[in-house]
C-alpha cells in the first residue's frame, strides 16, 4: 500500500501532459484516490493543473478540488470559467460546494449558480450559504439518510436506497415526523440485526444528539469530541432537520484551529505553510517582529531612565536580557495553560482563584530561580547588596509575568477575543517591559541609589 | 439538548452518594451517557468517585473510566480490587482494556488478567498488549465485522449479525479468504443497495487501505486524515487482519499531538492540565525556566566580556534586550514553521534550499527592521556610527536567529528527535545567547573599540 505519490510517479504524469497524452493519463489516473490527484495536482503549476482538472471527470476532480492547498484551488478556479465550475459543483457535496461559492467574487458566484443544472442541489447550496462559516449551519451539509417515523422498515428500505446513492457515507438514519421534526435515529447495526417488518416508530431510537444550525464549530467539534460522535444532525429553530456534520469536517476543523492557535503562540498571524511564498511568510512574521521591536525600544527607553546607575552598577544591565527573558518564559507558560484551558473547556473556578493558583505556583517557581541566581550572583560577582537587588527583582518579575499570563487569555476570552492571541510575542513583549520596569525599580531600592 | 454538567445537577448527585442513596442514583444516573458520568466523576473526591463506579454497571462504568482525566482514573484504579477491574475490562473494548493494562503495575495487570472471565476477550488484550502504544498495533481494536470472500450475502447475514453485537459502531465489513488474509472490504452502503443472494467474491471492493501494525501512530493520523477516512483495517506482515483503528481514537491521538506541541511550544514539558496540583505544574514548567535562567547567565557573561565599553558606550548595553528578544522570535517563527510542516509531512526541498529560503525571509524582515532601528537610534539618540552599529548588528542577528531555528528542528527529525522540543525555550535561549554575541563583535567592530 502507498499512501504518497513519488517523484518519479509525479515526473511521468507531467511529462504525459507536455505531451498532452489524454489516453494514457486518463488509464493511469482513473483508479486514483482524489485524495492523491489533490496532492499531484498541488506539484503542478497552473497551465498543467488545469489540463489536468479539465480531462478528468468531474466526479473525481470536485472531491479532489477541496483537498488541494487552498491557494492553489483559487487559482484554478480563476482559470476555469463559470460553466466549467458549476460542472465541479454539481459533484460536490452540498457543504463543500457551498464553501467554493463563499470564496468566489459575487458576481462569478452568481454566474455559477445560473449555470448549475439540478435545482435541488443549487436550492440546497444556496440554502447553506447563508450561514456563518464557523456555525453548525456553515460546517454541515445537506446529504442524509432520513426516514419518516410512520413508515414500516420494510417500507422505507428502497426509500433509503435511494437517498443513499447521493451520500458518501451513511452514519445514522434520521427519524423525522410529517413536519420534518427531529424525532430520532437508526443505527445501522439497529437495521442489521432488526426485522424488516418492524414499524418504524417500534424501533427507532428517540434520544439523538443534535445541534442547532447556530451553534459554534468549536461547540460542534467539543460535543463530537466529548461523545464520540461520527456525525451529528443539526436542526434549525423549529427542530426541524436541516443537514447534518460528519467528523472528517471536524477532524479538519481541529486541526486548523490546533495550527492557529500554535501559529499564534509562535510569533506567525496568518495560516502559513513553510511552502508559502517568502512575501506571504513576510506579511504573517513581520508585524509581530515590529511589535517585539516596539517593545525592545519601550525597554531601551526605561533601561535609560536609569542610565546614571550604568557606571557604578554595571551589573545591573548586564543582567537585563536575563530578567526580559524569564519575564517572557514564564508569562508564555501561564497564558499556554490558559489558553488550553479555555479551548478544552476544562477551566473551573472563578478569575480570581486562578489568580491565587498562580501566584503560588509563582512564588514556587520564583523562588526557586532566585536562590539559584543568588547564589550565582554572589559567588561570581560578590557583594550580597547587588545579589540581594538581582534576585529578588527576578522573584517579583516571575509573579507579575505570571499573573499577566494569566489574566489577560481570560480578560480577552471574557470579552469575547480569542484568547490565543494573547500568547506568544504579545506577552512576551509586554513582560519584557513591565519585567524591566520591575527590575530597575527593585534594584534601586535594595541598593538605595 | 445539554452537553455539560451543571453545577446544580452536580451537588445533587454529590447529596445522593453521601446519603448513599443507591436507588435514586441508579435512576439518575442509568440515562446519562458515559462521557456525562465521566464529567461527573472527575469532579468528585476519590471516596465518592469510588462509591459511583462500584454502584454502576460495568457496562456504563467501564466507558465511562476511558474518559476520565488521566490522574482520576488512575486513583480510581488504584482503589479497585483486581477483580473489580477485571470486571470493568470486560465490558471495555480490547484497545482501551489494554491501554488501562498497560497503565497498571506488572503485578496488578497480571492478577486482573487472572480474573478475566472471557478467554478470547483476554487473548485480544493480551496480543494487544505486546505493540508500542505509538504504534497501529498499539491503537488498534480487535472489534471488527469480518466475512469469508467464499461465502454469499445471504449466507453471511447472520454471521455479521452476531459479529456486529460486540462492535459498538460497524464502519466496514472487512473480507477475508480462508488464511484471514485482507482481500477486501464491502460497505455498508453496498449492502443496503445490493441484492442478498450474490456472492461475496463478486461484490466487495478489493482496493482497501490498510496499515501495518508497526505504522506509526503520526502516519496512521495523516492517512486517515488525507483520505477521509473513519476505519482502517491493521494486517500483520503476513498481510493477515488483526485489528482496525477508528477514527475516534484518532481524533484523541491528533487532539494529543497537538496539544503537546503547543506546550512544548510554550516551554512546558508535560502533559498537564490548568487544574493540575501546583507541584505538578512546577515540575512541567520549572526546568524550562531553569533552561532560561542558564541562558540569562550565559548573555550576562557575555556581556561582562565587553564591559570595559559600558563607560562610553552605554547604549549598546541598553539595546541587548531588544536584541534577545528580537533573535527570540525569529527563532520561534523559524522553528515552528519547520514543525508544523514535519508535522503534516509537506516540507518539500532539501534542506539546503529550505535554508536559503530562510536566509532570503530573514533578510527581507531584518532589512526592515534594521531601518526603522537605524531611523529610531539615529533621531534620538545622535551618532550616524553607533546607529549603524546597532543596526547591522540586528539584521545580522535576525539572519542567524532563523537559521538556527530553521536548521535545529530540521537536523532532530533527521536524528529521528521530535522536533517539536527545539521550539520554544529551547530556541529562545541559545538565540539569546547567540544574537547578543554576535550583537557585541559586530557593534565593537562598527564602532572601532
Redesign the interface.
Known amino acids: 500500500?502507498q499512501?504518497?505519490i513519488s517523484e518519479d510517479f509525479l515526473d511521468k504524469i507531467i511529462g504525459l501532459i507536455e505531451r498532452e497524452d489524454r489516453a494514457e493519463l486518463t488509464i493511469i489516473l482513473q483508479?486514483l484516490?482524489f485524495?492523491d490527484i489533490a496532492e499531484i495536482i498541488d506539484e503542478l503549476n497552473l497551465e498543467q493543473a488545469v489540463f489536468l482538472v479539465k480531462l478528468l471527470d468531474s466526479e473525481k476532480t470536485s472531491e479532489a478540488l477541496m483537498?488541494l492547498d487552498e491557494d492553489q484551488r483559487d487559482r484554478v478556479l480563476n482559470a476555469l470559467s463559470p460553466k466549467e465550475i458549476a460542472g465541479e459543483l454539481g459533484e460536490m457535496d452540498t457543504d463543500d460546494a457551498a464553501d467554493i461559492l463563499n470564496d468566489l467574487p459575487d458576481d462569478v458566484a452568481q454566474e455559477v449558480i445560473n449555470q448549475m443544472e439540478d435545482e435541488q442541489h443549487i436550492e440546497d447550496i444556496v440554502d447553506l450559504l447563508r450561514y456563518d462559516e464557523n456555525s453548525a449551519g456553515g460546517l454541515m451539509a445537506k446529504e442524509l439518510v432520513k426516514v419518516n417515523e410512520n413508515w414500516t422498515v420494510t417500507g422505507c428500505?428502497s426509500e433509503?436506497?435511494a437517498q443513499?446513492?447521493n451520500?458518501t457515507?451513511?452514519h445514522s438514519i434520521y427519524v423525522v415526523d410529517n413536519g420534518n421534526k427531529l424525532k430520532g435515529r437508526l443505527s445501522?447495526?439497529d437495521l442489521?440485526?432488526s426485522s424488516e417488518s418492524t414499524p418504524i416508530k417500534e424501533v427507532y431510537i428517540p434520544?439523538v444528539?443534535?445541534?442547532n444550525v447556530n451553534t459554534t464549530g468549536e461547540?460542534v467539534a467539543?460535543?463530537m469530541?466529548?461523545?464520540?460522535l461520527?456525525a451529528i444532525p443539526v436542526v434549525d429553530e423549529l427542530d426541524r432537520l436541516v443537514g447534518r456534520i460528519t467528523?472528517?469536517d471536524?477532524?479538519?476543523f481541529?486541526?486548523e484551529e490546533?495550527?492557529k492557535?500554535?501559529?499564534l503562540?509562535?510569533?506567525?498571524s496568518q495560516d502559513?505553510?513553510?511552502?508559502d511564498s517568502?512575501w506571504d511568510?513576510?506579511k504573517a512574521?513581520?508585524p509581530?517582529?515590529?511589535l517585539?521591536?516596539v517593545?525592545?525600544?519601550g525597554?531601551?527607553a526605561i533601561?535609560?531612565r536609569f542610565?546614571h546607575m550604568?557606571?557604578e552598577h554595571?551589573i545591573l544591565?548586564?543582567?537585563?536580557?536575563?530578567?526580559?527573558?524569564?519575564a517572557?518564559?514564564?508569562g508564555?507558560?501561564s497564558?499556554?495553560?490558559?489558553v488550553?484551558?479555555i479551548a478544552?473547556?476544562?477551566?473551573?473556578g472563578s478569575i480570581g482563584n486562578?489568580l491565587l493558583?498562580e501566584v503560588?505556583?509563582a512564588m514556587?517557581?520564583g523562588f526557586?530561580?532566585a536562590i539559584?541566581?543568588f547564589a550565582?550572583t554572589f559567588i561570581t560577582e560578590g557583594g550580597i547588596l547587588t545579589a540581594s537587588a538581582i534576585s529578588v527583582s527576578l522573584f517579583a518579575v516571575i509573579i507579575v509575568a505570571g499573573l499577566i499570563g494569566t489574566f489577560v487569555p481570560l480578560f480577552l476570552h471574557k470579552r469575547g477575543i480569542d484568547p490565543a492571541l494573547a500568547?506568544?510575542?504579545f506577552i512576551?513583549?509586554s513582560n519584557?517591559i513591565f519585567g524591566?520596569l520591575i527590575y530597575f525599580m527593585i534594584a534601586k531600592t535594595i541598593i538605595g541609589i
Chains 1, 2 share one sequence.
Do not use: C
Not at 344 to 348: A, G, S, W, Y
Open positions: 500500500m499512501f504518497a483508479d484516490h485524495a483537498e428500505v433509503m436506497r443513499a446513492e451520500v457515507r451513511v445501522l447495526k442489521l440485526t434520544k444528539d443534535k445541534v461547540e467539543r460535543i469530541r466529548k461523545y464520540d461520527e467528523i472528517d471536524i477532524v479538519d481541529i486541526t490546533a495550527e492557535d500554535y501559529q503562540a509562535s510569533g506567525i502559513v505553510e513553510a511552502n517568502i511568510l513576510t512574521r513581520l509581530w517582529l515590529v517585539g521591536l517593545g525592545g525600544i525597554a531601551a533601561m535609560g542610565e550604568i557606571a554595571a544591565f548586564l543582567f537585563t536580557p536575563l530578567i526580559a527573558a524569564m517572557g518564559n514564564v508564555v507558560q497564558s499556554a495553560i490558559i488550553q484551558g478544552n473547556d476544562d477551566l473551573k486562578r493558583k503560588l505556583l514556587l517557581n526557586i530561580l539559584l541566581l550565582y500568547t506568544g510575542p512576551t513583549t519584557d524591566i
